[in-house]
C-alpha cells in the first residue's frame, strides 16, 4: 500500500541533544513538508522540498534541519538550539501544483525528558 | 500569502444533530481548499477539496462543504453527527498557481454528546 510512514511513533529527548524524525513515502509525490502541532495552534511549516537536494525554510525553521537526499526521503532534526522541543510532527507529501492534496504520516510525538 | 480563519475553536453537538465548522480564507485568485480529519495522536486525513466547478462538493463520512466566493468561506457540514465524528477538523487552502504549500487554519475540535 502506498502512503507515508514516520518514524518513531514517540521519541524522548535530553536537554541538549539533537534527535533525527524519519519520513519516508512511497507515492513518487515531488513535495514534502513537515508540520509541528502544538494544542490550539493548527499546523504549522517547519520545512518543505519541492525536488531533491532542494528545500526550503517555512515559519518556524529556527532549530531544525532538513536533508532531501532522494525523493522518498525527508528526515528532520531536532537540534538544541530548539528551545521548545516538545510537540507533534507530522510530515506530508503531494503532488507539485495546487489541485492535490496532501498526504500525512502519523506523526511522531517528540517530548523532552 | 494565504491564510485561513476557524473561528470556533471548540464545537458541542448532540449525537443525530446536524453540524457546521467555519472556515474562511484569504487568497488574491480562486483557491484550492480542503477539509482535513484528524483523530487524537493521528494524522490528517482528507474530508473533501474544491477546486473548480460544482461549489458544493461531497466528501467522506458523509460530510459536505460549499465554496462561498462573496464570503470567502468554505464551511464544513453534516447533517447528522455520530459519536464517531469527535475529532479535530481543519480547513486548508493552496495556491490555485505556482507552488503548492497548503495553510492550515487553527483547527475546530469537535465534541459529541450521547
Known amino acids: 500500500d502506498g502512503g507515508i510512514t514516520q518514524s518513531p511513533k514517540y521519541l524522548f529527548r535530553k536537554e541538549g541533544q539533537n534527535v533525527t524524525l524519519s519520513c519516508e513515502q512511497n507515492?513518487?509525490?515531488?513535495?514534502m513538508y513537515w508540520y509541528r502541532q502544538d494544542p490550539g495552534q493548527g499546523l504549522r511549516l517547519i520545512y518543505y522540498?519541492?525536488?531533491?537536494?532542494?528545500?526550503q525554510k517555512g515559519d518556524i525553521a529556527e532549530g531544525y534541519s532538513v536533508s532531501r537526499e532522494k525523493k522518498e526521503s525527508f528526515p528532520l532534526t531536532v537540534t538544541s538550539a530548539q528551545k521548545n522541543p516538545t510537540a507533534f510532527y507530522l510530515c506530508a507529501s503531494s503532488q507539485q501544483g495546487g489541485d492535490t492534496e496532501a498526504f500525512f504520516g502519523q506523526g511522531t510525538r517528540l517530548t523532552v525528558v | 500569502a494565504q491564510s485561513v480563519t476557524q473561528p470556533d475553536i471548540h464545537i458541542t453537538v448532540s449525537e443525530g444533530a446536524s453540524l457546521e465548522l467555519r472556515c474562511n480564507y484569504s487568497?488574491?485568485?480562486?483557491?484550492?481548499l480542503f477539509w482535513y480529519v484528524q483523530s487524537p495522536g493521528q494524522g490528517l486525513q482528507l474530508l473533501l477539496k474544491?477546486?473548480?466547478?460544482?461549489?458544493l462538493v461531497q466528501g467522506i463520512k458523509g460530510f459536505e462543504a460549499e465554496f462561498k466566493r462573496s464570503q470567502s468561506s468554505f464551511n464544513l457540514r453534516k447533517p447528522s453527527v455520530h459519536w464517531s465524528d469527535a475529532a479535530e477538523y481543519f480547513c486548508?487552502?493552496?495556491?490555485?498557481?505556482?507552488?503548492?504549500?497548503?495553510?492550515f487554519g487553527r483547527g475546530t475540535s469537535l465534541i459529541v454528546h450521547p
Open positions: 487568497y488574491g485568485a480562486t483557491p484550492y
Open positions: 486548508a487552502v493552496g495556491a490555485s498557481g505556482g507552488s503548492y504549500i497548503p495553510t
Open positions: 507515492l513518487n509525490h515531488d513535495a
Open positions: 474544491y477546486f473548480s466547478g460544482d461549489t
Open positions: 522540498s519541492q525536488i531533491v537536494n532542494d528545500f
